[in-house]
Every structure is written in structure tokens, then in C-alpha cells.
């Protein structure tokens, strides 16, 4: 599911930043108008036991149909566990905003990257889930 969903938006946004985040409970793959996690539109949180797609600054785009999670907060998500019932062509309208948006964020700042990935660690140790 996790080079899916990643594919999935290398091939739409193929111009873009990928920050990818190695933290203590999960990776996190987020996608860039610049360098800076400030202008990441969307992500991919992946966990031992799901896969989450989401929206960073989820809050400022239109979610007519419900589907993402998170309401009153600044990432909205959905959880993905069978490509056959992600909703790609909603998808990829809630993307095409995100990414107007965070391109404006990245134009304030003056930030624009084109297309490279980055690796980052956010945590010193890996903690295991407990069994």
C-alpha cells in the first residue's frame, strides 16, 4: 500500500520535494513544494499495523464528502488498507488544492524546490510496538 500511495502522488506531483521522516512509532513520507516541512501538502504516515493518507494542512481544503478525519484540527487523514477502495479520483482533487496551497506558502517564503527526496530522523531511538 505504501509505494502505491507514494507513486500515486510522485506521478501526479512529480516536481515535488519528498521529506521523508524516520520517527520512533512509524516513517513519514511527506510531499513538498520546497524544502521545508512548512509547505508539505500531503503525507504518508506508516505505522507496523496501517497505512494513513494525509493532509497537512487538511483544515484549508474542501472535504465535501466526509473522508478524512480529524475535524477541527490542522491534519486531516483517512486510514488505507485496500487500494481497491481508495477514492483516487477524489483524492485527487482534495490533492490539487493542497498543492495550490502549499505553492503560495512556498512563494511567500521565497522556498521553491523542484523535485528531490531528503531523509530525516526526528527520533534518536526506534521504539517496537509491544507484541
Known sequence: MTHWLRDF??????????????????????????????????????????VNFGFNFGFDISDPKG????????????????RAEFPTAY????????YGNSLKISAQNKQLVR????????SPLKRHPKK
Open 115 to 122: 523535485k528531490k527526496s531528503l531523509i530525516k530522523t526526528t
Open 9 to 50: 502522488v510522485w506521478d501526479l506531483y512529480p516536481c515535488c520535494t519528498e521529506l521523508i521522516y524516520d520517527n520512533y512509532n512509524g516513517l513519514a513520507i511527506g510531499f513538498s513544494t520546497s524544502d521545508k516541512s512548512s509547505s508539505t501538502f500531503c503525507s504518508i504516515a506508516v505505522y507496523h499495523n496501517h
Open 91 to 98: 483524492m485527487k482533487k482534495l490533492l490539487e488544492e493542497a
Open 67 to 82: 473522508l478524512l478525519e480529524g475535524e477541527n484540527t490542522q491534519y486531516r487523514k483517512m486510514t488505507v488498507s485496500d
